[in-house]
Each structure stands twice: as C-alpha cells, then as structure tokens.
C-alpha cells in the first residue's frame, strides 16, 4: 500500500543509509569516531552494566502503553523472574549482577518496598527474629511491606498514631488505628501484593507510652490472599508515575500479636511488662538510612544517567536552524544554549556516580559499628545521608527535566522515556525522607559541629573542615587558574563555611534577644537549609576532586574526568553567583573568568560528549527510549512505536456520538 | 460492617466537626476569620470564576481514574456541550463566559488546536476566505487542525520540508510529504478528530521556492471520517499528560487543492502563477502570537493560580511537627521553608494575573494595527509575546512543581490534582515556542533596541528604559526602603540593561576581532538568554507597580496587593542575587537588607495567605483536587476517592499466576 512505498522511498531519500540492516545514523557516528579517550576503559572503571541484555523475562516492550494494571503485573512478573533467575544463576543479593539488573531495569519491579521490610528486620530485628523471617522473605514465599507513613504523619515520626498496648495477661500487643489520620498511606507492596507488614506503633505498658516501635503481622491470608480479620487494606489509587506499585492503605482494629513479633534487637517488652532498652533513641532511622543509600544507586542516580544518555545522543541526531546561513542545518548540541543545558548534568552524572562510592564506603563503615552497638558514628551517618540523599535527587530530578525539555516537544512523548524517568525522579525528593526536612536535619548537625569547632570539641570527619582558618580571598588571577581543583575547592569550602556561620550568628542573635529557641530556629531555616545545600555541594566537590586524584594511573581518562570535575565545579559557582560574590570571597572580575573558564568547558566536553554517554552503557532495552538508542534512528522508531499505541487501534465513541451528526451539516457546503 | 463503625468512631474522634453536614475544617475557618482585606471585593478585581459552578455537562468526576480513550472521550463530549451552551445561552467567542469556562475547566478540553485553525484563518486569510471557513468552523461542523510542526522541524519554520507545488494547467497546488522528517508530528486534534487542517508547506510555482504558507485541506471524510485518498493520518501515541489531546500525526501523497485554498491575505498565487505579497516574511508568526496570547490566560496563569490554592489551603489542615516542645503539631504554613515555598508563588500568581491584562491591551492594539497591513508593531508585539510567554510558563511550571512538592507525599497522588496540573504547565514551556527559543529571539530585538539607543534612532516603549541614564548605586539605606517600588524598579532596570550591555559588548567584541557573525551570537546565547529574562522580569515588576497605583481607590486592596508587589520583586532579588551584586549596584550590606525585608514579608502575606486563594474563586469541581478543596476535609477525601480508583475493584491475575504458588510455601512455616 502506500504506506510502504512512502516508507521505501523515504529510505531512498537517504534517512537511513541502508533499509535493511540498520547501521548507525552517521551523526551520531561521527561522534564516535572523534573520542578522546577509550570508552570501554571508561566503562569499565564506572562499573557499567554488562549482564542483562535481551532477557525476555525482563521485557518492557509496549511498557508505555499499558494501564495501571497491566504495568503492576509486569512488575510482579519481572521480580518473580529476577528471583528465579537469581537462584538458578547462584546470584548473591546485593551482588554485582543484581546491582546491574537494578540499574537496567530502573525501578520497573515490584517488591521494593519488600525490601524494605527485610533491611527493618535485619536491622532491628534479633538473631532469632532474622532467623525466622528473612528466609521466608528472600524467596517472596512471604511478601512485606514497611509500613510507617499515616494518612496523616510523614516526616514527624513522633507523631504517628497507630497504637500497640501490651497486655500481660495475653502476652500480646494489640495494634489499633484510632483515627482516620492514623491510617496508614503509601506504603509500597501494600495496596494489593503484601502477606506481611513491619508496622510502626506507638508502644503502650501499663497504660505509659514508650514512643515508636517496629511489629510485624500478617496482613492477608497465605490462602487465599484476603485480609486478616480487623485488616481493611487497599490501594491509594492513582499517583503521578508508579502505576506500577501498589501504594497502600491499611487499617488496624484490635490486632493482636504474639509478643515475639516486637522487632527487638534494640529494645524488648519482658514477659513481665518491663520495658528494657539498648542504644539510641535514634535507631528507628536505621532502616531508612539503609534504604536512603540503597534507592540512590538503585534508582536516582541511574535514572539521571539514562536521561543523560538519551537527550545527549539525540542532540547530535536532531538538526534543527543554521549555525551559519551557508552551511547544512547544525546539530542542535553545537548551540550553546544547549550544551549549557546538558553538559554540566553530564558532569553531575558522573559527579553523583562517584559520590556514590563514598556514601557507601561511609555507610558501611557505620552499619557495621551500629550493629555491634556502638552507636557513635549514627549522628553523622544520618547526617550525612539525609544531606546526600537531598542533594542527589535535587539535582538527579531538576536533570531529568532539562533533559525531557532539551529534546523539545518529542521529550514530552512518553515514547522518549524522558517523562518516566522524570515524574520518577520527582518522586525521590520527597519518599524516604522529604528534602526540606533532611536538610534542616544536616543543618542541625553542622550547627553543633560548628559549635564544637568554637568550644575546641572533636569533629566528625564529613565537617573537619569547618575548623580549618579562613583564606581570605579568593587567589585566582586569571581564568586559567578557575581550572585548579584547589581554587575552587576552597571557594565551595568557602561558601559552605560562610553561610553557616551567618545562619549560626542570626540563630544565637535570635536566641540572646529573648527568642524562644524552637522559634528562632524557624525564623533562621530558610538560611540554614541554604548553608546544610552549600555544605552537601562542598562534599560532592571534594570527592569528585579525589576521584581525579585516584585516577593519577589512567592519563586518558584521568584527563577527561578532571574536565568533568572542573565543569561540575564551575557550573556550580555561575549558578550560585551571589553566594560567592556576597561577602567579596570572588570579586565581580574573577566571576567574568569563572563565566569565561566554564562556558570554554563547554566547548571541551562537547566533542566528547557522546563516547562519555556511551560509556555509561546501558543497553537499548534498558533505556526503552525513541530518542536514545545507540543507532540513533530516532524519526524512524517514534513512527513506528506511534503506530503499535491503543489510540490508533481503539475505536473512540467520541466520533459517532458526537461529531457525526455535526459533520454532516457540513456535507452540503463543501 | 467494620469499616463503616470505625468511620463513625473516628467522627466522633473531632476530624470532622459533624459527620452529616459538611463544615469546613476548623483550622482552614480559623484561617478565614482573620482576612485583611473583602475578599469578595478583590474576587471581582481579579474577575473571578462565577458562571460554571455544577453543570453535570462539564463534569470531571473520576477523572483520574479514566484512560486515554476516556478522558480523550470526556473532553470531545464537554466540548461539544460548551458548545451547545453557548449556542443557547447566546454567549459570544471570547466573551467573559467563554472565559470562565476556559479558566474553570483548565483545558480539559478538546478542539483547542481547531481553535489555532481559525484563528490561523482569520489571522491569514482574504475576507472570502474567513467568510467561507470560520462559520463551518465556528459551529463544529468540520474540526481542524494547524498543521505547521513536523516530525524534523519545530523552532526553524524555514526548514518545513513538506511542499506545495502550484500547478497552472489545472490550477491547483499539490502537497506531499517529501520524506519521514517532513511527516506534521505533534498537532492536536489531528490523531482522531480533525476533517481539516492548516497545513504549512514551502511554496513553489514554476520550479521556484516561495517560503512557507498556509493551505487548507480536508483530511477526512465528511460521510465517515475515513482518512482522504492519499492521506495517512493517526495519533503519536502516549504523552506525558494530554491523554485527552489527540496529537496526530499526517503523511500526505500528491493531495490536490484548488488555488482559493491558499491563505492570501499577505500573499496570493494569480492563475498565471504570478506571486503577489503585501506585507512581512514574518507575517506567519501571527498565528503563534495570537496563540501565545491566548494559551497564557485561558490555560497557563489559570494552572498556576489553581495550584497555589491548593498548596495553601492544604498546608493550614496539614499540621505536622512541633514549633514549641509543648504545643500541639503546627500548621505547615507556619514552617518558614513552606511559607518561602508558597507565598512567592502566590505572589507570582498575582503578578502574572496582572501582566496579563498589560499584554492583551498591548496585543490588541497591534493585531488591529496588523489586519489593517501596518506592519511597524509587528517586531516588538512579537519580541513581546514571545519573551512573556516563555518567563510566565517558565515560572508557573516551576511553580507548580514547587506546589506540588510542598504537599509531601499527597502532592504526587494523582488525587491532589497538582500532578495534572504540573504536567500540562511543563509542556507549555515547549509547545507554541520552545522557551530558549524564545527569549534569544526576544533577546535579537533588544540587542537592535540597543543599536537604536546608541545612534539615537527612536526605541519601541517596552525598551524605552534602555535610554534611560544610569543611576549608579543602589540609594537604599535600610531594610525598609526596599519596600519602596523605585527602589525595586530600578534595581530590576539596572540588572536588565547591564546584561544586555555586556552580552552586546561581547558579541561586537566577537565581531570585531574576526568572528563570524552567527557564530559569534552562538557563543553569547547563554548571557543573551539571561538578558531576555532580566528584561522580562522587569517588565513584569514595573507592570505589577504600575497596577498597585491604579488601586489608589481601593485602599484596603491595594495594601494587601502592594505587600504582594513587594514580596515578588524582592523574591526575584533574592532569588538572583548574584546579578545585583555583580556589579556592585546592591552591595553585599544592603543584600542582607533584601533578605530581612523578604523574610519579613513571609510573615505578613503569611496571614493572608487563604483569602488570597479564596479571592480567585475556584469551585471544588473546577479544582477538582482531593487536596485543595474549600472545606479542607483533605483525609476524608483523599480516602473517599481512594476507594473509587479501578485498582480497589480490578482482580489483578498477578495474584494467581505468580504469587499463590510462592505463599503457599510459607504455609507449613508460619
């Protein structure tokens, strides 16, 4: 039909260079040819993915075409079939080659908040209570879910609702939802897929409140899967993205559970009623500083390097105006609107890549100490965490969008892949821990660190620098010098310490002249979230100088990351110019070199720019996206994905029922 | 049952003051009781909802939960009622009423392309042209579509590629679609309603190419809506938002049309193939900019004002966390971090309400002045538009992110009404001009402003101030004084003209010392970008002074509205610090002034914050938001509606094929 011959001589017309076999888009190619380092060594130091590739069991083909609940299926599907995978293969959890499943599959699994549950137990539960529950857990032959958030509490955990009394004489707690505003709200797994539950309870002996703690019950039937007796359970409906998951409501009325299922490993209900205590009163954030590191290198982070990989390919694809009025259409990535658009996200990418590393290295290093109930190092580990957390998935989310919109009107089509990764990322900045909230916790800590910095206390390693003495004024005297990592570092230190210390002044001034200390603190917030944003943006600086540092042994690589690091850093400071220039640390010259030194580096990493998005590697399957694959066909497979959409295969009523008779008025006039 | 008696008992529990009669919640009454100002009073300033309140025909009931071809159904079906309505109800296009429902329904509607269609007709067409087409349009009796962006191009008209060859022997022009990038992409209306369509195409008679025009043609049948011989028309598949818009994408193959279906008012092929035109190669972009115009007040302000009320109203239910250690958990507004969220987005709402009365009066006069082939506003109406356009949908898609997210968790449930909302606005920043886009071709005239400025040539009055003689310093000696609109306005001048100074400084620099002239404009776009927004801004600023004076005989209102002044010019300030202090012109003391002032006015607007929401009097329906509605039940409803979502009454088989198996395991365990 004419369809087909359209399309045969559309190929003629040189679009494709062969019908048949489909070769590279030579664009794109081009781009490849001109790499001014190894792509695969790259890839190999950045631990790309390498293990799944056309695994059908892992399909997300038609993904953006299904309902809700198809896409829950899917989900459902896909996790089953990873686990049956993981066993088959002798994959460890938390292996490599489930971290590259994570990272291909980007969050299109079930079961994430099951997760959560399972690091809950590890984590406050006993020896005896991990021995009973995980293994049921890790071989989903129970299926958990965390459930802490109320309909009416989110960040305040003190002021959850639900009820747990223990009563001697039954050995039992009973858990009850006294108020609508108790119910719980969002929890993941819950809404259709849970057997199980970790609840967070306000704990009640003798009629006296002991504050939150974890208990697990069975919320549905092994059966039949229908709700326990006094469960009412079902799903919060529609969010923006995740129709995938199963948010869930969940309502308690007079559940009782043996005494046994109090997570108990740092406080415990005796059979006599005494309440005993181990540890810190801050250890219920144990579970969520585990899933804040987790869901960073799970989903954030790589989700930014998908939209990074698919709006940086299709900038060198799409030809859009004329550069000079001569010359062929230009790439729209040799605008450099547009390489100030994407470049210095590419830099963050790998900025946040490597900041990853640390965090778990931190990590690690604190669980470790917890567990064996040294719980020193928890203040920090919290600290830094929440601070992190905010600060990446910030950045990752205000990324996706300038990506979605730097591919013009196709970002928006969901056939891109753009809008899911966006509306996903947008999502991480307020489950696990809302930013605003986290970083008022980090400014709480620097607060008291800067605090002992004045009273000559130690301080933790992640704000040594607080107590190092100022430099004055910024050293640079041409724009060159803006490329010494030391230059700038100390500028970001410089800031960080700045406005810390103008928070801390107000606060303390505040506080002398008789405000109330809750008060204060309020009035001083907006500064301090600014200082606790300047401190996390000081780390994440620091640590991509000491990547490059590390990389003294790869020159080729070393060489191009060191660019990275700069255009991270100056980016950095041209978006921030007042914080730099408030107190004269940069004076208004040395902000024309640093504007000068960063729109230069722009140019830099532009002829690189492809091979450092090749080199994250993911696979066309993984980024499931028109606009990104690595052949760069992208008019070609927006037309043909458009024609497999329900919209061009359903009938709508809309035409019979309501525009036929009007047209026909118009039979007789035209 | 169970779930009935607890929701008594929780009645009882004083969520609800009476769990039969609706009343409003006691902490959003409180809120109302406190008033400044008559809301009523300000309602009818701002000309506010008051004719759609429960016409079952506009209904969005369940809205959220509809598919594609639902929703796509609903807004067919609103549409054609509206229609109706207006028939019988004798309101007139673009009269007050139709402007309520635009504003009331928030563009669930269909047929907003058909709209582009005639306009583009009136705009570009002879007197027969608008006498044949506009009354079959007017009355639905054929739907079009505007048919200008392609697959390939978007922002470059110039590189259309569909053509339009004029035949002498038979007197007609034939179109097609050359290759796979010519193929129109994007059109709405076009994916499943359209008869007819605008289409662009480039011009040719006798071998010679003539640019872009207008040409309309029928794409589908009048008996049956089947696609015309040698069309090949259907939807782009799955966006992010706008299921109810149906995109489309057309293939055309050797279509005839006869010589009248040019549209010749500025330009006309004679039967002997003789070209004709009257007017400017940029006559095309009136169509865009009567559609800039139009989506800013029927769509886009209206989207931000919506989610400001929902925000606000929620965070004075939403009590979370403790201000004081003894007092009961505070109302989120009360939290400086919500106010710095909202209130500035309050304001900005005010602000843009304002500006767009200034550009409509502004717009109105040069359409007119165009029509009548006096083309001298075009440039300026143009720059105008275009940069207007892209700093308020700029603004308000940030904003309603920022709303959005201000809402916790809720705020991502599709039930709040605020993803829909942010969703629609981010588009905005790309269709009917991609933002970037527009501010370099808003910055293109200023530069030429300034040319003009400096050989003394006269300026158009919306960069008159570039003239103006520098005033040196910032005069402000207090904090006080930055509540002073000079103050303010020339801060905001001061910025605007030395950034567009040093971006012209560059860019001759560039010229002069051998660069070629569009490659030397490339490496200013990022400074000349900032420059257009610098403009922009102040314009907007001295349009909100200027509307704080004309209130003089509304004293109680005109406080309230100076204080919104105030709070959005020193937001801007504040929030660009860096581009006041670079230079020196507000020095790092009197920018610790702007701080203390802005941060103090948080407190003030703060007390107003719900009848400032109230005052642009959105029903529930057209809210339609679980979150925002004027009774503030928020808990009730968002779990009332929970209960309608399909996911509570599907069976999912995920259940059955995969997980059964896997539980039934844990049967003989626990």
Redesign the interface.
């Known amino acids: 039909g004419?369809?087909q011959s359209?399309?045969a001589q559309?190929n003629r017309?040189g679009?494709f260079r062969s019908s048949g076999s489909r070769d590279v888009n030579p664009d794109l190619e081009a781009e490849r040819q001109t790499a001014s380092f190894s792509v695969e060594r790259l890839t190999a130091i950045l631990d790309g993915e390498a293990v799944i590739h056309s695994e059908p069991g892992f399909s997300r083909e038609n993904q953006?075409?299904q309902?809700?609940?198809e896409r829950?299926?899917a989900a459902?599907?896909r996790s089953?079939y990873l686990k049956e995978k993981m066993h088959q293969m002798g994959w460890t959890e938390d292996g490599p080659e489930i971290k590259y499943c994570y990272r291909a599959l980007g969050g299109d699994l079930?079961f994430n908040v099951h997760r959560v549950f399972k690091n809950s137990i590890l984590a406050l539960g006993t020896d005896e209570q991990i021995a009973k529950w995980i293994p049921?857990a890790d071989?989903?032959?129970?299926?958990g879910t965390y459930a802490q958030?109320e309909?009416?509490?989110?960040?305040?955990l003190r002021?959850l609702e639900t009820t747990a009394i223990f009563d001697i004489s039954t050995q039992e707690f009973t858990l009850n939802?006294?108020?609508?505003?108790a119910?719980k709200?969002?929890p993941g797994d819950l809404?259709?897929?849970a057997?199980h539950a970790v609840v967070f309870a306000q704990l009640y002996i003798k009629g006296k409140c002991y504050g939150l703690h974890a208990f697990i019950l069975?919320i549905r039937s092994?059966?039949d899967?229908s709700p326990a007796p006094?469960v009412?359970v079902?799903?919060?409906?529609?969010?923006?993205n995740?129709e995938h998951i199963?948010n869930g409501?969940l309502?308690l009325?007079n559940i009782n559970i043996p005494r046994e299922n109090m997570l108990s490993r740092f406080s415990q209900v005796l059979p006599d009623g005494t309440y005993v205590k181990r540890g810190s009163d801050k250890i219920n954030y144990l579970t969520m500083i585990v899933t804040r590191v987790h869901m960073l290198w799970t989903e954030v982070i790589p989700m930014l390097l998908k939209a990074c990989t698919i709006a940086t390919r299709y900038s060198v694809v799409?030809?859009?105006?004329?550069?000079?009025?001569g010359d062929p259409?230009a790439k729209i990535l040799?605008?450099?609107?547009q390489q100030?658009?994407l470049l210095p996200l590419l830099a963050t990418a790998y900025a946040f890549h490597f900041m990853n590393a640390y965090v778990n290295e931190f990590y690690n290093k604190g669980y470790t100490e917890i567990k064996q109930e040294n719980f020193d190092s928890l203040p920090e580990l919290h600290a830094l965490t929440a601070g992190i957390k905010a600060i990446i998935t910030e950045h990752c989310t205000a990324g996706a969008?300038v990506c979605?919109?730097a591919c013009?009107?196709h970002?928006?089509?969901?056939?891109s892949g753009l809008?899911l990764l966006?509306?996903k990322l947008?999502?991480s900045?307020?489950?696990e821990g809302?930013?605003?909230v986290l970083f008022?916790q980090t400014a709480r800590f620097l607060v008291k660190c800067l605090a002992a910095v004045h009273s000559g206390q130690p301080i933790p390693p992640s704000a040594a620098y607080l107590s190092s003495v100022d430099s004055g004024k910024c050293q640079a005297r041409t724009k060159m010098d803006f490329l010494k990592p030391d230059i700038y570092a100390e500028a970001y230190r410089h800031r960080a310490t700045r406005l810390l210390g103008n928070a801390a002044t107000k606060l303390q001034g505040l506080v002398q002249s008789g405000a109330?200390q809750?008060?204060a603190w309020?009035?001083?917030?907006?500064?301090l979230?600014q200082a606790a944003k300047a401190h996390c943006h000081y780390i994440v600086v620091k640590n991509f100088i000491d990547t490059v540092e590390k990389l003294r042994n790869e020159a080729e690589i070393q060489k191009i990351v060191k660019h990275l690091c700069d255009l991270f850093a100056l980016h950095g400071i041209f978006s921030?110019?007042?914080?730099?220039?408030?107190?004269?640390y940069i004076s208004?010259d040395q902000?024309d070199m640093v504007?000068a030194s960063y729109?230069d580096l722009l140019a830099v990493i532009r002829n690189d720019a492809v091979p450092l998005v090749d080199a994250f590697d993911f696979t066309d399957e993984s980024l499931n996206s028109a606009l990104g694959s690595y052949d760069g066909h992208v008019?070609?497979r927006?037309?043909e994905?458009?024609?497999?959409?329900?919209?061009?295969k359903?009938v709508?009523?809309?035409?019979a029922?309501?525009?036929?008779p009007?047209?026909?008025?118009?039979?007789s006039?035209?």
Chains 1, 2 share one sequence.
């Open positions: 004419f369809q359209q399309m559309w017309s679009y953006y075409f309902s809700q609940n829950y299926e459902v599907r089953v079930a049921l071989k989903y032959h129970i299926i958030t309909l009416g509490h989110g960040t305040f002021g939802t006294p108020k609508i505003s119910m709200w969002w809404g259709r897929s057997t069975q092994l059966h899967h006094g009412i079902g799903d919060i409906g529609p969010k923006m995740f199963d409501y309502m009325q799409r030809r859009q105006s004329k550069l000079n009025p259409e040799d605008y450099q609107t100030q658009k969008e979605l919109r013009g009107g970002g928006y089509s969901a056939l809008p966006y509306t947008a999502a900045c307020t489950y809302e930013n605003t008022l109330e809750h008060e309020n009035q001083c917030t907006v500064q979230v921030n110019m007042g914080d730099f220039l408030h107190a004269g208004g902000m504007t729109l008019y070609q927006l037309y994905w458009a024609q497999k959409s329900p919209t061009n359903q709508s009523q809309a035409y029922r309501y525009l036929k009007l047209f026909q008025s118009a039979l006039k035209l």
